[in-house]
Structures are given as structure tokens and as C-alpha cells.
């Protein structure tokens, strides 16, 4: 079946501009995840969404950062006013997970990368 | 707050020889840990768990709790193993309910 996809692939933005990332998880997970990966880094995360309900924003490094997932699928990610520090490839995941003592695996998508020049 | 720290940034070993890709974690409760896997012009991957105790494509990683460690080994190396490769922790059982905390990552190579 379908991964977990995410669209643009790739976003050059002018610094100021605003962006919206967009990432379908896999039908029927529960969970979902964004992460920031800036150059020669790990993934950081940045936002959890169980359902449409945002559980963890503990991440987001600025107000100008901000997700949704209206309806329990699809999420987007939007950053405002672009700086260039934004610079990063975005990681979305999911997973069947509800919690507790089972195994769920995260599933990652391809990123985006987000150019802010 | 928790950390994962991977000391190495590249590690680069021949064909047939053992491999070590070293993690460390600073958290005070019981965490658990992965080891995830991105080949070259692949999505990032579930290698394996601290939990499962199991070996995949010869990789195994132990935790020593004593020393706050998490350390991927593999007697082997093979070619195909060339790949960058994350260390990550959950702060909760099951590692699909929180965000994941990673390290800055090894990337592997293994030359012929």
C-alpha cells in the first residue's frame, strides 16, 4: 500500500513569504508527527497529532509556525513570514499508535525541503 | 530534557569488518530506543528496537542502562550497509505516541 506522502517535495520561498506544507499519513493511522531536520542534523520535533487533535506543539519554534489536521488525515504544516533559519527538510510520520505498552512503528515520508532565500 | 548523543559523525570501515555505530541518551526514567536507517535517496526507516532484542540484516544493538548506551554493532560489514543511521528515543512505551528524540547521526561507509 501507499506510504505516507508529502507534497511539495521541494518549496523555495522568499524570506517573508508564507508556506504550506501538506502530508497525507497512511490510511487509518491515528498518529501524526512533524519533524524539522535542518542540514548535517537529526529530525527534531516539532508537533504530535492524535486524531485532529494536537497533543504536543511543545516543538513549533515560533509562533510563526502552526499545523492542522481538520479531520484526522491530512495535515499541513504552515510557516509564516518565512525566515531563512526556516531552511530545513520537513519530516512528517505516522503511526497506528493510541499509546500504551504495544508497538507502533513511525512510518516516515520523503520531506519536504524548504529553501528560504 | 532528554538527549541522544552520537559521537561519531562519519565512520568509515572496509568491506568484512565489524562495525560499532555508538549512542548515547541522557533521561532519567526508562526510555526506549531505535535505531533508524536512511539509505541514499531513501525516506528514513525503522532499523530496530531496543525492545524486539532482535538482529536485522545483522545489526544488533544492546542497552546498557548502567551506562546509558545503545550502541548498533554488526560483525560484518557489507557494502550495502553505507547509509546514514539516527539513534532515537521515546519517552514512552510503544515509541508511536510521542515524538521521537533523535541524535545528529553516523553516516556509514564501507568502502571495498
Known amino acids: 500500500g501507499a506510504g505516507v506522502s508529502q507534497s511539495p517535495r521541494y518549496k523555495v520561498a522568499k524570506r517573508g513569504q508564507d508556506v504550506a506544507l501538506r502530508c497525507d499519513p497512511i490510511s487509518g493511522h491515528v498518529s501524526l508527527f512533524w519533524y524539522q531536520q535542518a542540514l548535517g542534523q537529526g529530525p527534531e520535533f516539532l508537533t504530535y497529532?492524535?486524531?485532529?487533535?494536537?497533543?504536543?506543539k511543545s516543538g513549533l519554534p515560533s509562533d510563526r509556525f502552526f499545523a492542522e489536521r481538520p479531520e484526522g488525515s491530512v495535515s499541513t504544516l504552515k510557516i509564516q513570514r518565512t525566515q531563512q533559519e526556516d531552511s530545513a527538510v520537513y519530516l512528517c510520520?505516522?503511526?497506528?499508535?493510541?499509546?500504551?505498552?504495544?508497538?507502533?512503528?513511525?512510518?516516515f515520508g520523503p520531506g519536504t525541503r524548504l529553501t528560504v532565500l | 530534557a532528554q538527549r541522544v548523543t552520537q559521537p561519531e559523525k562519519l565512520l568509515s570501515v572496509f568491506k568484512g569488518a565489524p562495525v560499532e555505530l555508538k549512542c548515547n541518551y541522557s533521561y532519567s526514567g526508562s526510555p526506549e530506543l531505535f535505531w533508524y536507517v536512511q539509505y541514499s535517496r531513501q525516506r528514513l526507516q525503522l532499523l530496530l528496537r531496543?525492545?524486539s532484542r532482535e538482529s536485522i540484516k545483522g545489526f544488533t544493538a544492546d542497552l546498557n542502562k548502567g551506562e546509558t548506551s545503545f550502541h548498533l554493532k554488526k560483525p560484518f560489514a557489507q557494502e550495502e550497509d553505507s547509509a546514514m543511521y539516527y539513534c532515537?528515543?521515546?519517552?514512552?512505551?510503544?515509541?508511536?505516541?510521542?515524538?521521537?528524540?533523535f541524535g545528529k547521526g553516523t553516516h556509514l561507509i564501507i568502502q571495498p
Open positions: 532515537a528515543l521515546s519517552l514512552y512505551s510503544g515509541g508511536g505516541a510521542d515524538g521521537l528524540t
Open positions: 510520520a505516522s503511526s497506528l499508535a493510541l499509546g500504551g505498552a504495544s508497538y507502533n512503528e513511525q512510518f
Open positions: 531496543h525492545i
Open positions: 497529532f492524535q486524531n485532529e487533535a494536537q497533543l504536543d
